[in-house]
């Protein structure tokens, strides 16, 4: 078996809910470390501000600041120097705007303009709309992952193609989607 057919297997394996949420932020940040580190940079895990009230699930730094690779472009576009990744495995409780609000709230000038929610369902209709809003207010960008998109990229990665490239497909696609 592979590195990224085990990493898939195991994905899928967790339950979701509450009794799965610690393996399922645990096994998404190991995949995440497989497909981007390098060029991003090992993450930060549950990083605190100083005061203590906000607590981020996962920031990779992005040192990639020059060139011309994908993660590069998201440095230079988006400003995006420090990559916020959220983990959402909800079961019957539905991902919506105030998650995604949350989220915004995480995002600051130093950091950038790039989040991405990574999660084991799609957001509801109301957090599309919130991010929309958004982007549109604040011009940050906040991706919706779920478990599919990143059992894609890890078969992207193990057919020896760069799984970054799908990142920049999404950030296209929801430029395009947004009104």
């Given at each position: 078996?592979?590195?990224?057919?085990?990493?898939v297997a195991r994905l899928n394996a967790v339950p979701a809910g509450h009794a799965g949420w610690v393996?399922?932020?645990?096994?998404?940040?190991?995949?995440?470390?497989?497909?981007?580190?390098?060029?991003?940079?090992?993450?930060?895990?549950?990083?605190?501000?100083?005061?203590?009230?906000?607590?981020?699930?996962?920031?990779?730094?992005?040192?990639?600041?020059?060139?011309?690779?994908?993660?590069?472009?998201?440095?230079?576009?988006?400003?995006?120097?420090?990559?916020?990744?959220?983990?959402?495995?909800?079961?019957?409780?539905?991902?919506?705007?105030?998650?995604?609000?949350?989220t915004r709230n995480y995002l600051n000038a130093a950091m950038g303009r790039l989040a991405i929610v990574?999660?084991?369902?799609?957001?509801?209709?109301?957090?599309?709309?919130?991010?929309?809003?958004?982007?549109?207010?604040?011009?940050?960008?906040?991706?919706?992952?779920?478990?599919?998109?990143?059992?894609?990229?890890l078969f992207i990665k193990e057919r020896g193609d760069d799984p970054s490239d799908l990142m920049m497909?999404?950030?296209?696609?929801?430029?395009?989607?947004?009104?």
């Amino acid at each position: 078996m592979t590195v990224e057919a085990d990493l898939v297997a195991r994905l899928n394996a967790v339950p979701a809910g509450h009794a799965g949420w610690v393996d399922f932020e645990n096994i998404c940040i190991e995949i995440l470390q497989h497909l981007f580190v390098p060029p991003l940079a090992k993450p930060k895990v549950q990083p605190r501000t100083y005061s203590g009230i906000d607590r981020r699930d996962a920031v990779f730094p992005n040192r990639e600041d020059i060139g011309t690779g994908v993660w590069a472009r998201i440095y230079r576009e988006l400003e995006a120097r420090l990559i916020l990744f959220e983990f959402k495995n909800y079961d019957a409780t539905e991902i919506g705007k105030d998650e995604i609000n949350q989220t915004r709230n995480y995002l600051n000038a130093a950091m950038g303009r790039l989040a991405i929610v990574c999660s084991n369902k799609l957001p509801n209709d109301q957090a599309h709309i919130k991010r929309n809003t958004i982007y549109s207010e604040e011009k940050k960008v906040i991706l919706f992952l779920t478990k599919d998109k990143l059992e894609e990229m890890l078969f992207i990665k193990e057919r020896g193609d760069d799984p970054s490239d799908l990142m920049m497909d999404e950030i296209e696609w929801f430029y395009l989607q947004h009104e």
